[in-house]
């Protein structure tokens, strides 16, 4: 186990320069067109693959630095360049996560390449667990798979929503409901391989921001995968429902609930990562309009009004980047999020993007409020960063019950 260091090495910072080269070459310069176009930015991707940025081997080797700082570092870096173009770039690892947690080895080392393609014949994945009743409470899930023995497939039906990359995905990893009496216990993840009948794409969202990111409804309809495509394999599921109606007959259920909100804290510091880089941006933009915007015969950050909303700025970024540090760092080590560490760290970065980015607006006058300068389109993507991967009421209530041991609502 590596120990927490807060200097990247020699090999990270040569990984982070060579991200942002590509952040600040390529992604900056076609930001505001794919956020005008609202279209999933496929060359850009490309570009990404071509150098090797948008692979399964570089995010692998992020993935196992031991340090913990490999991922955290890379979406910082990506997001400064763009959040669209970065949410473009990294959606698929959220499917490949969801795969890495659940699947057996040989599930992982079928379906993840699939998910990414190659750089002459690039693809993405959608994790679709979100559904039109089951957003915050995804105990309310209603996505049905039901095993048919005779043929062993799995026949799954229902409507996702806000899935990223949905139905543009090559891949797409379903969480469904095997077991409905035992809540979120009774969830299994899928996949449903390219080309499967019955998956089709419904309502493309448009969005207020991240819009070169795809957003849409997945529907399924007696969708047939088979039986290998149960993401653990059908042994261990049974194993683990007998053991959830044990759990469940000696009243024991909110414990279970608990355990299950504790995985999905494990991913949530990449997602304040990815707050952190756009916080950045914008405060860089931020600072460099104070010190040329000459105004009263001198520049703005001359005056304590503006200097102080930037040093404000300044420590609300470092303050969520080493909480995102932290519990990246915490989970690399096997470390238990006892106070919700995770969480924490989500919260605070996605709260500091939004912030910051509206106070980099106000910093640039009417003109931050125009497409002509970055940060309206940077405030526009921050407010996602409240809302997806857990909202920030619902990061609260995972910290409070986490730090209270009280099962609050
Ligand atoms: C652009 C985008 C991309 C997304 N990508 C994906 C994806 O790839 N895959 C996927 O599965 N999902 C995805 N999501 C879904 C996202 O995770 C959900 O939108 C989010 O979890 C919130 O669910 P909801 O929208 O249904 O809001 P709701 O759960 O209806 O919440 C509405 C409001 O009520 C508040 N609230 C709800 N319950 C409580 C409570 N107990 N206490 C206090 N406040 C509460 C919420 O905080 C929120 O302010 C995406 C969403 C968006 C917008």
């Not at 490949?96 to 379906?111: H, K, P, R, Y």
């Not at 950045?280 to 309009?289: G, S």
């Not at 919700?340 to 760290?345: L, V």
């Amino acid at each position: 186990m590596a120990e927490f260091a807060l200097e990247l090495n020699d090999d990270q910072k040569a990984v982070r320069d060579w991200i942002h080269g590509f952040a600040a070459d390529v992604m900056r310069p076609a930001a505001a067109e794919w956020d005008e176009r609202e279209e999933f930015p496929w060359p850009v991707v490309q570009e990404a693959a071509k150098i090797g940025l948008y692979s399964l081997d570089f995010y692998a080797q992020q993935f196992f630095d031991p340090t913990g700082l490999g991922i955290p570092m890379a979406l910082e870096e990506l997001f400064w360049g763009d959040a669209g173009l970065g949410l473009a770039i990294t959606g698929t690892a959220l499917a490949a996560v969801g795969v890495l947690s659940n699947g057996t080895d040989e599930q992982i080392g079928t379906w993840i390449p699939q998910m990414y393609g190659d750089a002459d014949d690039v693809k993405v994945a959608a994790f679709c667990s979100s559904e039109p009743d089951a957003g915050s409470d995804v105990a309310a899930m209603r996505t049905r798979a039901v095993y048919d023995g005779a043929r062993d497939e799995w026949v799954i039906d229902g409507t996702k929503t806000w899935a990223t990359n949905g139905g543009i995905a090559n891949v797409h990893v379903v969480v469904a409901v095997v077991d409905p009496e035992l809540g979120p216990r009774g969830h299994a993840s899928f996949i449903v391989p390219p080309g499967t009948a019955g998956l089709s794409q419904g309502q493309k969202f448009k969005k207020h921001g991240i819009r070169a990111s795809h957003t849409a409804e997945v529907v399924l309809r007696d969708v047939r995968v088979p039986g290998h495509c149960l993401l653990g394999g059908k042994e261990k599921l049974d194993e683990r429902l007998a053991r959830a109606r044990e759990r469940a007959a000696a009243g024991g259920g909110e414990r279970v609930k608990n355990a299950a909100m504790a995985t999905f804290e494990a991913s949530r510091p990449a997602v304040g990562a990815q707050a952190v880089g756009i916080a950045r941006a914008a405060y860089e933009v931020a600072l460099d309009y104070a010190q040329t915007r000459v105004q009263f015969g001198r520049p703005i950050i001359d005056n304590q009004g503006v200097a102080f909303q930037l040093a404000d700025m300044r420590t609300r970024i470092d303050a969520a980047r080493l909480l995102v540090w932290r519990a990246s760092w915490m989970a690399t080590a096997g470390k238990p999020f006892t106070a919700a560490e995770g969480s924490m760290s989500k919260l605070f970065a996605g709260e500091t993007a939004k912030s910051v980015t509206a106070q980099a607006m106000q910093i640039l006058g009417g003109n931050g409020y125009t497409r002509e300068y970055p940060v309206e389109r940077m405030h526009r993507d921050a407010a996602i960063y409240t809302v997806f991967e857990g909202t920030s009421e619902i990061q609260r209530l995972v910290i409070a019950r986490a730090v209270s041991g009280v099962p609050i609502r």
